[in-house]
């Protein structure tokens, strides 16, 4: 497992430019294998400061994921109207519940 979390601000007047780009991504990831989860979060106390948590199953999940044309036209459109705070990658332990929306 291959998880991490990533946190960017939205550049000033940004923030809708920056929703629409990551909701597309969103979208794309979820005909994708290997991730069971991928989830995109705002900080309630600072809306332009944006959280994402993904995890993979596999390094080749995530090299795939990074490898879609999607991926490849998101992330420079992110980096005009986002600054990435940071980037942590994180080691999955213990047993998971992931249990989708709705469910």
Known sequence: ???????????????????????????QTQTEDGIPIYVFSTAKDSPDDFYFYDLYESEE????HEATEKFKETMPALMQVADFVGVTALEPYGPMKITPPGS
């Not at 999940?61 to 795939?64: F, L, P």
């Open 1 to 27: 497992m291959h998880a991490f979390l990533t946190h960017m601000r939205a550049k000033p007047g940004k923030r809708d430019e920056v929703i629409r780009l990551t909701t597309e991504m969103l979208e």
């Open 61 to 64: 999940a995530r090299t795939a």
